[in-house]
């Protein structure tokens, strides 16, 4: 393995990222999505997840955006093989637009979505403030820098994932270097910095509705971790099973991924081999674009 392969480029791996986006439509309300195979043995969640919502968003009017979703993961899925993406249009209301989404591989549902779209309107409003005193992203290592920077120490097959694999997300953590495969206990909360790696096209930054797929597809990055931190266990310990079983987003408004967002996350409680995970979101400017929750399989065997 040649340890000095140069970094990969970040324009390309954001490209990579918005082509995943792109489904197929083969036939009315059926999309097919591709994968990417970077070395890991079952799809990210979130990228089903986000397909999953662009499939539904394609069979909504423009105008209406999606300001909730629901869904659970039922079997892994395959990176090496594509996804269809069935779409069910439960009702189209005056001011709300409901859809159903099963994803298919192999003939068999390996996940499935509700999701709720709404006109735009005015109405009452009150947030939370963000945390305060929380670092500015630019004085912050990226998980990029932090990857080739521990790859010489990692085993296969984190250090070649982790000096080749494009990155099309920019995620910076505002709590420090943990060590990745021998953590210290740590309440269970944690903050990340997110945004797309690299500059949307100028049509990508202004297409709503592929900005809250973008944020679904980071939606999933960090949130598992945070019900590890108080138990001390890496998720690449291989005694530990480890899945996202459900997820859900509601949307405040439109998140800009071409910009940073603090997702603040912590879990209230884990047992019976599941965790509980939430996040709220905040732009730069500190303002509230969504709320995230999911609860994940961590099933440890020692």
């Not at 999953?52 to 069979?59: F, P, V």
């Not at 979703?69 to 439960?90: M, N, Q, W």
């Not at 910095?193 to 500059?199: H, K, Q, S, T, Y």
């Not at 409680?269 to 709220?280: E, K, S």
């Amino acid at each position: 393995m040649d340890t000095e392969r140069k970094a990969p480029d970040a324009t390309a791996a954001v490209a990579r990222l918005l082509a995943l986006m792109q489904l197929e439509e083969i036939e009315t309300d059926l999309f097919r999505g591709q994968s990417t195979d970077e070395g890991w043995i079952r799809v990210y969640g979130g990228q089903v997840v986000a397909q999953a919502l662009m499939a539904a968003s394609r069979t909504v009017d423009r105008e209406r955006l999606c300001h909730s979703l629901h869904s659970y993961f039922i079997r892994p899925g395959d990176p090496k093989l594509p996804i269809v993406y069935k779409v069910e249009r439960d009702r189209d209301g005056a001011g709300f637009t409901t859809r159903r989404v099963v994803a298919i591989q192999k003939g068999r549902p390996i996940f499935n979505m509700a999701a709720s779209f709404q006109v735009p309107e005015a109405g009452l409003e009150h947030a939370v403030a963000p945390p305060a005193d929380i670092p500015h992203p630019d004085t912050l290592e990226s998980d990029s820098e932090w990857a080739r920077r521990n790859a010489p120490r990692a085993p296969e097959p984190w250090r070649t994932i982790w000096l080749t694999r494009e990155r099309p997300l920019d995620v910076r953590a505002v709590d420090g270097d943990d060590d990745f495969f021998k953590p210290e206990k740590r309440p269970p909360q944690q903050r990340h910095w997110v945004r797309v790696a690299a500059a949307l096209p100028a049509e990508a930054a202004a297409d709503p509705a592929l900005q809250r797929c973008l944020f679904a597809y980071a939606s999933d990055m960090t949130l598992l971790d945070t019900c590890l931190a108080p138990h001390a266990i890496s998720w690449a310990n291989p005694a530990l099973q480890s899945a996202s079983l459900d997820h859900a987003i509601w949307f405040n408004d439109t998140p800009d991924m071409g910009q940073w967002h603090l997702f603040d996350q912590d879990s209230p409680m884990a047992a019976g081999g599941r965790g509980m995970n939430r996040a709220i979101v905040h732009d730069i400017n500190g303002r509230p674009v969504a709320c995230v929750m999911q609860e994940g399989l961590i099933r440890y065997r020692p």
